[in-house]
């Protein structure tokens, strides 16, 4: 886990901090019976004290997910099934996750891949090397998101790489969890509709979930993640607020997830999802 920058922790809360260790250990960042960092690494890496540590892992503990143990060492309590038993359904499901950069998507989709069984796909996970490749053969910074090059021509071919890997799936019986922006996508009537048709075309059904975030979560969520491509909206972030559309609602059926830091977490969200689809958990 990389330490979160100063500007992020002062003021930092230990309900905060519980979340975002909560969110590690339920999309498996953290494993069960892993050691948890020290106390003290963690109130450095927080920029914060022992004592806002402590009261966040008790909160943790309370809950379950963590188990204290001699010298202060802590460890996670999240076993997983010891045989996971199979969660495919007779008709495959393709799950797409929405939402702009630092909302949550990638932690639902990894949340609900644990709970399920399905394959994830994410688009920064499963493109981003080539992309970076090919935005330094091209003569810009590898972490561009922003020019008209990465927009015209990168962007695209992100994403027909995730259709065309999803189709596989599918094709192959197999669910799918596909985690992107698919701000332009899910905003496009047309789209919408040709992925609707492009699904059942192939026997599957298409859940669609947005996941909101209020932007003073979203900035938190982005320097925590301390990725480089995250730079230029964070260097000129109210221009970055002042063109979203906080209120973006799919142009087609679609479930909402809220990931505000003050929002029920993400866990019991998905569970209530998956009770919505009618899909078994496997743990």
């Known amino acids: 886990m990389s330490a979160p920058p100063e500007e992020l922790q002062r003021g930092t809360s230990s309900v905060v901090i519980a979340r975002h260790l909560r969110s590690d250990i339920e999309a498996g960042r953290y494993r069960h019976q892993q050691q948890l960092p020290s106390t003290r690494k963690l109130a450095d890496e927080w920029q914060t004290s022992v004592a806002t540590i402590n009261r966040a892992m008790a909160q ?9 143990r001699a010298r202060s060492s802590r460890v996670v309590n999240y076993p997983g099934p010891d045989e996971r038993p199979s969660n495919q359904q007779t008709t495959p499901t393709v799950v797409l996750i929405g939402g702009y950069p630092g909302s949550g998507k990638t932690e639902l989709a990894r949340i609900l891949t ?9 688009k920064d996970s499963t493109t981003r090397p080539v992309v970076e490749a090919a935005l330094a053969q091209l003569g810009l910074s590898p972490h561009d998101r922003e020019s008209e090059m990465y927009l015209s021509v990168i962007r695209p071919a992100e994403y ?20 992107a922006p698919f701000i332009r996508e899910l905003g496009d009537a047309a789209w919408c509709r040709r992925i609707t048709a492009d699904i059942d075309a192939m026997d599957a059904q298409l859940r669609t979930v947005w996941v909101r975030c209020d932007p003073d979560s979203m900035r938190t969520y982005l320097i925590r993640r301390g990725a480089a491509r995250d730079a230029y909206k964070l260097a000129h972030w109210a221009d970055y607020v002042a063109g979203l559309d906080l209120e973006f609602t799919p142009a087609m059926p679609h479930a909402i997830i809220e990931n505000s830091l003050s929002s029920t977490p993400l866990q019991h969200q998905a569970e209530e999802l998956l009770r919505t689809w009618g899909v078994k958990k496997t743990r």
């Open 60 to 68: 943790l503990a309370n809950e379950g997910l963590v188990i204290n």
């Open 114 to 122: 644990r709970l399920t069984g399905w394959p994830i796909l994410d």
């Open 160 to 179: 027909e790489g995730l259709r065309t890997t999803t189709a596989e799936n599918v094709e192959c019986g197999n669910s799918a969890i596909v985690s």
